[in-house]
């Protein structure tokens, strides 16, 4: 029905915030922030009308100062969280009713992990990366591996259990990767973000929760009906880039998979391009069949 | 009668024509004489000798022809010829026929008197006959007389030459007898002489006539006697044979009369074996004990030498003896013996490994190899001796494993060397630092490196020539002359020094410690420019002269020049890209931490270029000097205070601008690979720089002054960084975004005034 081609969004200031509508599970909406010093910054709501190609939008006014980060409740759909700095009083945090079991620090070259409970420290990567680190998200399906990224141009995959090594090391962007996640349904898909205008989408079968080559029961996702019988006879996946999208014109900050299509994602480049591709058709008929 | 006148006619024909011949053309008369006698006998004997025949034997008019026709020729003459010429043939013809009657005159009269001499000849002969057969008779009678006589005198002789005959024999008995009743005295002395091969002589000779008449009492009793001193006899030899102290060859000798003894063969030869073991091993021990625990012992020439001459030699009489001695055992015999020459052989194998193994750690190859030959030609003999215990097959094999394991100790040694002149090179790099002064510089340091692996890997190539030296014995096995030259020495040693040093090299890319403390840079730049030399000539230089050296015979593949090259160019590409990253790094830092720390809203007018960003192009400058290692590319721009192309674009218009400009640019690729030269590698330091300033100023928020900073800090690097960039467009591209966006980071964008602008930087 619709073919592979790019949707362009283009917004009318820089923007660095972006974020699917976590709770809405039937139409694919995005949430994007701009970041202005000069003019009322605005939240954009895109509706992606997946049947028409057909991007709808609504756009909230954020007059209290630039957007730095956004975050759409989990639970409620009518609530989100903005992350802003208003002139001349700093940065300041809210969290909204968003509530973190887990509270992550991202720290110059090292990845601290710790419980709210008690405080003390579970783990700590050091020297995660040569630079800063950017950004980092959790497997969906195995909770121990979590990727990161950072300023010297590395996605790495580690194993939280055994942190002196990193899994795996995607060296692909040619700058700083601001961003890096999972798809939530296929945890072998990985999207990364990076100043080099690039987002580059991955496919790490071999740390990836969904078995390959035989049949397995996963036991632990709902998409059962999608992906029904993994026949023997498929030919395991190497690790490799399955694309590079090349639409942004300047540096990528933000990328996200949408939450109700786990096929699309969308990605946000400063100046207010927001791109939203979808997994090539091959490789989606490869994982579902 | 037929006869003589055959042997008339030939010499009577010749003097008669040639003198008197009446034609003038002697030489043809000569030929027809010829032809006429070969016609003679050619047909038959009955025809007349005169009678003359032409060349054509059928033509009638031919006068010397057989089917001559006198009719047909008169005709003929008297119808061609006119009167004159009838009358000169008629006179001729006549003159001829005279000639002819004179011709046969003379050999009937010369034929006639021969055949008189004949005659008489023959009459005298029938009379000596005569006389001689009366003579032969009376011989005949005189024979038959001498015949009767002597018939006779052997008659009379007859009966006392066979009493002769009887005597004789009886004496001979007598005196076998006398030996026999004598043996038992004889070989007691023998015996106690110690004339051991004497004594079983004897007892040889006598035992088949014991044997035969032992039913006899007396004999019985000297049979007894001796097998006593013979069970004696062998008792002493196995005796002397057991105490072992006696060399080889006696031992020998005491198996080969205790053979002559009839001793079971089969025992002995066990019993020989098992002496010539205990000798044998009693040789090991010895070595083992030169081997000992104790470092210092013998040099390995000696201790192969004991080897060889001790067990080796040893093993050699034995193997000898034992293919005299047992020849008759055959194939079961040969087993044996080679079982026992491959098990002694292979403890003697295991010492001389141990032994070879201490050897590993000299670098020096001369006295190893020396030993290996010595080694390797001692077994060689005793090879010959027991092909089936294959010996020589086994030593070869030592060889060939000692030679792998140089090969891999040379090429460790190699490595080590790699090191240890990345070492050297490091230390001077830190040195001149601490000191405050000029070290030697990196293409002194390049050069040094250059050479010293270079004459490293000459002298490695020169020890293991050896190994193929011609006067060295293995070297013509097989081995040697070909895999080890092309397997081990080429791929093992020179290509595998070459590709560990290229991974050495690539190590230091992609050392954990990623924030450039680990590796200098320097280091890695000259480490870069040493594998683009090696890519360029080196490598070639090198399997070339290994190729020379060791005349690869081999026809397996082997890795060529070019992969290498590809390998080192690689390498160096890659050391060199981290060398831009690792420095681009450096910068960036420094750059972070100016743009991060500074509080941009509150800042004052800018009065000064930054002091970081001057100490940034320093830096810059630096490193610029330190390129100089990758010269190639001669910077022929001069030396000039401004950009000649740069027109500072407004700052409000910029956003339109760098747009536009995105449009038609190509992507930057920021951390792009880089090419052989100073300019390219600056230019990726550069982008770098200035990638890491866009992203940090774009965290930041910036007051008015703050801008202008920024604007001023822009402009000066503007001025300062074009020299040292390939494309100035692109320097022109990145600072304007910067100012960018500055601007959009600046709730106030008021931008300076470029001429004030370009007067601070003047001033900084």
């Given at each position: 029905m619709e073919d592979d081609a790019p949707v362009i969004y283009g917004l009318e200031f820089q923007a660095r915030a972006l974020t699917p509508q976590t709770a809405e599970t039937d139409a694919i909406r995005f949430l994007v922030g701009t970041q202005s010093l000069k003019y009322d910054n605005q939240i954009h709501i895109i509706d992606f009308d997946d049947e028409n190609n057909i991007i709808n939008k609504n756009v909230l006014l954020h007059q209290v100062g630039e957007i730095w980060h956004i975050s759409a409740s989990p639970a409620d759909k009518g609530v989100l969280a903005t992350c802003y700095n208003r002139m001349s009083c700093g940065s300041q945090w809210e969290t909204g009713r968003k509530s973190f079991h887990w509270l992550i620090t991202i720290s110059c070259c090292g990845i601290y992990r710790k419980?709210?409970?008690?405080?003390?420290?579970?783990?700590c990567i050091e020297n995660a990366h040569g630079q800063l680190v950017r950004d980092l998200d959790f497997n969906p399906n195995k909770q121990y591996y979590l990727a990161s990224c950072g300023d010297d141009c590395k996605v790495k995959f580690w194993d939280t259990r055994n942190v002196t090594e990193p899994v795996k090391t995607l060296e692909e962007h040619s700058h700083w990767v601001w961003n890096v996640r999972y798809n939530?349904?296929?945890?072998?898909l990985v999207l990364t973000g990076s100043s080099d205008s690039r987002v580059i989408l991955s496919n790490m079968v071999s740390i990836s929760s969904e078995p390959f080559g035989h049949l397995v029961d996963?036991?632990?996702?709902?998409?059962?009906e999608d992906h029904r019988s993994e026949e023997k006879s498929k030919e395991p996946l190497q690790d490799n880039v399955i694309a590079t999208y090349e639409e942004h014109e300047d540096s990528v900050y933000a990328v996200d998979w949408s939450s109700a299509d786990p096929w699309l994602f969308a990605s946000l480049s400063y100046d207010g391009r927001l791109v939203i591709n979808r997994v090539p058709r091959a490789l989606k008929y490869h994982i579902l069949l | 009668m037929a006869a003589a006148a055959t042997a008339g006619s030939s010499p009577g024909s010749g003097p008669g024509d040639s003198p008197e011949g009446p034609e003038a053309e002697a030489p043809e008369r000569r030929r027809k004489a010829h032809g006429m006698l070969k016609l003679y006998y050619g047909l038959?004997?009955?025809?007349?000798?005169?009678r003359p025949a032409g060349?054509?034997?059928?033509?009638?008019?031919?006068?010397?022809?057989?089917?001559?026709d006198p009719e047909v020729y008169l005709d003929k003459l008297r119808r061609e010829c006119p009167l004159a010429q009838l009358m000169d043939s008629e006179t001729d013809m006549v003159r001829q026929i005279r000639a002819l009657d004179s011709d046969m005159q003379t050999l009937v009269y010369e034929n006639y008197n021969k055949f008189i001499s004949a005659t008489d000849t023959i009459r005298k002969m029938k009379n000596d006959f005569r006389k001689m057969e009366d003579e032969m008779d009376r011989l005949a009678t005189n024979m038959a007389v001498i015949t009767d006589f002597s018939a006779r005198i052997s008659a009379t002789l007859q009966d006392r030459h066979e009493r002769i005959t009887k005597l004789a024999g009886v004496h001979a008995l007598l005196r076998k007898l006398q030996f026999l009743f004598e043996l038992p005295s004889r070989l007691t002395k023998c015996v106690e002489l110690g004339a051991y091969g004497q004594a079983v002589r004897y007892q040889g000779r006598a035992q088949a006539v014991l044997q035969q008449y032992q039913h006899l009492p007396s004999f019985r009793a000297i049979q007894d006697d001796c097998q006593v001193i013979t069970a004696r006899l062998a008792q002493q030899l196995r005796q002397r044979f057991r105490e072992g102290g006696s060399g080889a060859p006696e031992q020998a000798e005491c198996v080969e009369l205790l053979l002559a003894l009839g001793e079971p063969a089969e025992e002995l030869c066990e019993e020989f074996l098992a002496h010539a073991r205990g000798r044998l091993e009693e040789e090991l021990r010895s070595l083992e004990a030169e081997l000992g625990p104790s470092p210092p012992a013998p040099d390995v020439l000696e201790f192969t030498d004991h080897g060889g001459s001790g067990f080796v030699g040893g093993l050699c009489h034995v193997a000898a003896a034992y293919q005299e001695l047992f020849?008759?055992?055959?194939p079961a015999g040969a087993e044996k013996l080679a079982a026992f020459a491959r098990e002694l052989g292979s403890r003697y194998f295991a010492l001389v490994e141990r032994r070879l193994a201490q050897e590993q750690g000299g670098g020096d190859n001369s006295l190893l190899v020396r030993a290996l030959d010595r080694f390797h030609r001692r077994l060689r003999a005793p090879g010959a001796l027991l092909a089936a215990a294959g010996l020589a097959d086994a030593a070869t094999e030592i060889v060939e494993r000692v030679a792998r394991e140089r090969l891999g100790h040379h090429l460790q040694g190699l490595r080590a060397a790699f090191l240890g002149c990345l070492t050297d090179v490091r230390q001077a790099l830190a040195a001149p630092r601490v000191a405050g002064k000029e070290g030697p510089g990196l293409a002194e340091l390049l050069a040094n490196v250059a050479s010293s692996i270079l004459s490293h890997i000459k002298a490695s190539l020169a020890a293991v020539h050896l190994f193929t030296a011609k006067e060295v014995s293995f070297s013509n096995k097989p081995y040697f002359r070909g895999e080890f030259c092309s397997q081990g020495v080429r791929e093992g040693l020179i290509v595998g020094f070459i590709r560990s040093m290229c991974q050495t090299a690539q190590s230091f890319c992609d050392s954990p410690g990623e924030k450039g403390g680990a590796t200098p840079p320097a280091l890695l730049l000259l480490l870069s420019r040493l594998c683009l030399d090696y890519e360029t000539a080196t490598i070639s230089y090198i399997l070339t002269l290994t190729d020379e050296q060791f005349l690869v015979q081999d026809q397996s593949p082997v890795t060529p020049v070019s992969t290498l090259c590809a390998e080192a160019r690689e390498t160096a590409r890659r050391l060199l890209t981290h060398y831009v990253k690792v420095q681009g790094l450096v910068i960036s830092q420094m750059l972070r931490k100016s743009v991060e720390t500074r509080d941009w809203l509150s800042t004052l007018e800018p009065r000064n270029v930054g002091l970081l960003y001057e100490e940034g192009v320093r830096k810059a400058q630096s490193s610029d000097s330190s390129k100089r290692t990758f010269s190639v590319y001669s910077s022929s721009r001069q030396q000039g205070r401004y950009a000649p192309s740069y027109t500072p674009s407004a700052p409000m218009d910029t956003n339109l601008l760098s747009n536009i400009q995105k449009l038609f640019s190509e992507r930057i690729d920021v951390f792009s690979p880089v090419e052989f030269n100073k300019v390219s590698v600056l230019t990726g330091i550069i982008k770098i720089s200035l990638k890491t300033l866009l992203e940090c100023v774009r965290l930041r928020t910036f007051g008015r002054f703050g801008l202008q900073q920024v604007q001023v800090d822009c402009h000066f690097l503007q001025l300062y960084l074009w020299r040292f960039v390939a494309d100035e467009e692109l320097v022109h591209l990145l600072l304007d975004e910067v100012v960018a966006s500055a601007a959009l980071r600046c709730p106030d964008p008021v931008p300076m005034e470029p001429s004030v602008v370009e007067v601070i930087c003047e001033r900084g």
């Amino acid at each position: 029905m619709e073919d592979d081609a790019p949707v362009i969004y283009g917004l009318e200031f820089q923007a660095r915030a972006l974020t699917p509508q976590t709770a809405e599970t039937d139409a694919i909406r995005f949430l994007v922030g701009t970041q202005s010093l000069k003019y009322d910054n605005q939240i954009h709501i895109i509706d992606f009308d997946d049947e028409n190609n057909i991007i709808n939008k609504n756009v909230l006014l954020h007059q209290v100062g630039e957007i730095w980060h956004i975050s759409a409740s989990p639970a409620d759909k009518g609530v989100l969280a903005t992350c802003y700095n208003r002139m001349s009083c700093g940065s300041q945090w809210e969290t909204g009713r968003k509530s973190f079991h887990w509270l992550i620090t991202i720290s110059c070259c090292g990845i601290y992990r710790k419980a709210q409970a008690r405080l003390c420290q579970i783990y700590c990567i050091e020297n995660a990366h040569g630079q800063l680190v950017r950004d980092l998200d959790f497997n969906p399906n195995k909770q121990y591996y979590l990727a990161s990224c950072g300023d010297d141009c590395k996605v790495k995959f580690w194993d939280t259990r055994n942190v002196t090594e990193p899994v795996k090391t995607l060296e692909e962007h040619s700058h700083w990767v601001w961003n890096v996640r999972y798809n939530h349904s296929h945890d072998q898909l990985v999207l990364t973000g990076s100043s080099d205008s690039r987002v580059i989408l991955s496919n790490m079968v071999s740390i990836s929760s969904e078995p390959f080559g035989h049949l397995v029961d996963d036991d632990d996702i709902s998409d059962q009906e999608d992906h029904r019988s993994e026949e023997k006879s498929k030919e395991p996946l190497q690790d490799n880039v399955i694309a590079t999208y090349e639409e942004h014109e300047d540096s990528v900050y933000a990328v996200d998979w949408s939450s109700a299509d786990p096929w699309l994602f969308a990605s946000l480049s400063y100046d207010g391009r927001l791109v939203i591709n979808r997994v090539p058709r091959a490789l989606k008929y490869h994982i579902l069949l | 009668m037929a006869a003589a006148a055959t042997a008339g006619s030939s010499p009577g024909s010749g003097p008669g024509d040639s003198p008197e011949g009446p034609e003038a053309e002697a030489p043809e008369r000569r030929r027809k004489a010829h032809g006429m006698l070969k016609l003679y006998y050619g047909l038959s004997e009955g025809e007349a000798a005169g009678r003359p025949a032409g060349p054509d034997p059928l033509d009638p008019t031919d006068l010397n022809g057989a089917h001559f026709d006198p009719e047909v020729y008169l005709d003929k003459l008297r119808r061609e010829c006119p009167l004159a010429q009838l009358m000169d043939s008629e006179t001729d013809m006549v003159r001829q026929i005279r000639a002819l009657d004179s011709d046969m005159q003379t050999l009937v009269y010369e034929n006639y008197n021969k055949f008189i001499s004949a005659t008489d000849t023959i009459r005298k002969m029938k009379n000596d006959f005569r006389k001689m057969e009366d003579e032969m008779d009376r011989l005949a009678t005189n024979m038959a007389v001498i015949t009767d006589f002597s018939a006779r005198i052997s008659a009379t002789l007859q009966d006392r030459h066979e009493r002769i005959t009887k005597l004789a024999g009886v004496h001979a008995l007598l005196r076998k007898l006398q030996f026999l009743f004598e043996l038992p005295s004889r070989l007691t002395k023998c015996v106690e002489l110690g004339a051991y091969g004497q004594a079983v002589r004897y007892q040889g000779r006598a035992q088949a006539v014991l044997q035969q008449y032992q039913h006899l009492p007396s004999f019985r009793a000297i049979q007894d006697d001796c097998q006593v001193i013979t069970a004696r006899l062998a008792q002493q030899l196995r005796q002397r044979f057991r105490e072992g102290g006696s060399g080889a060859p006696e031992q020998a000798e005491c198996v080969e009369l205790l053979l002559a003894l009839g001793e079971p063969a089969e025992e002995l030869c066990e019993e020989f074996l098992a002496h010539a073991r205990g000798r044998l091993e009693e040789e090991l021990r010895s070595l083992e004990a030169e081997l000992g625990p104790s470092p210092p012992a013998p040099d390995v020439l000696e201790f192969t030498d004991h080897g060889g001459s001790g067990f080796v030699g040893g093993l050699c009489h034995v193997a000898a003896a034992y293919q005299e001695l047992f020849a008759v055992q055959g194939p079961a015999g040969a087993e044996k013996l080679a079982a026992f020459a491959r098990e002694l052989g292979s403890r003697y194998f295991a010492l001389v490994e141990r032994r070879l193994a201490q050897e590993q750690g000299g670098g020096d190859n001369s006295l190893l190899v020396r030993a290996l030959d010595r080694f390797h030609r001692r077994l060689r003999a005793p090879g010959a001796l027991l092909a089936a215990a294959g010996l020589a097959d086994a030593a070869t094999e030592i060889v060939e494993r000692v030679a792998r394991e140089r090969l891999g100790h040379h090429l460790q040694g190699l490595r080590a060397a790699f090191l240890g002149c990345l070492t050297d090179v490091r230390q001077a790099l830190a040195a001149p630092r601490v000191a405050g002064k000029e070290g030697p510089g990196l293409a002194e340091l390049l050069a040094n490196v250059a050479s010293s692996i270079l004459s490293h890997i000459k002298a490695s190539l020169a020890a293991v020539h050896l190994f193929t030296a011609k006067e060295v014995s293995f070297s013509n096995k097989p081995y040697f002359r070909g895999e080890f030259c092309s397997q081990g020495v080429r791929e093992g040693l020179i290509v595998g020094f070459i590709r560990s040093m290229c991974q050495t090299a690539q190590s230091f890319c992609d050392s954990p410690g990623e924030k450039g403390g680990a590796t200098p840079p320097a280091l890695l730049l000259l480490l870069s420019r040493l594998c683009l030399d090696y890519e360029t000539a080196t490598i070639s230089y090198i399997l070339t002269l290994t190729d020379e050296q060791f005349l690869v015979q081999d026809q397996s593949p082997v890795t060529p020049v070019s992969t290498l090259c590809a390998e080192a160019r690689e390498t160096a590409r890659r050391l060199l890209t981290h060398y831009v990253k690792v420095q681009g790094l450096v910068i960036s830092q420094m750059l972070r931490k100016s743009v991060e720390t500074r509080d941009w809203l509150s800042t004052l007018e800018p009065r000064n270029v930054g002091l970081l960003y001057e100490e940034g192009v320093r830096k810059a400058q630096s490193s610029d000097s330190s390129k100089r290692t990758f010269s190639v590319y001669s910077s022929s721009r001069q030396q000039g205070r401004y950009a000649p192309s740069y027109t500072p674009s407004a700052p409000m218009d910029t956003n339109l601008l760098s747009n536009i400009q995105k449009l038609f640019s190509e992507r930057i690729d920021v951390f792009s690979p880089v090419e052989f030269n100073k300019v390219s590698v600056l230019t990726g330091i550069i982008k770098i720089s200035l990638k890491t300033l866009l992203e940090c100023v774009r965290l930041r928020t910036f007051g008015r002054f703050g801008l202008q900073q920024v604007q001023v800090d822009c402009h000066f690097l503007q001025l300062y960084l074009w020299r040292f960039v390939a494309d100035e467009e692109l320097v022109h591209l990145l600072l304007d975004e910067v100012v960018a966006s500055a601007a959009l980071r600046c709730p106030d964008p008021v931008p300076m005034e470029p001429s004030v602008v370009e007067v601070i930087c003047e001033r900084g």
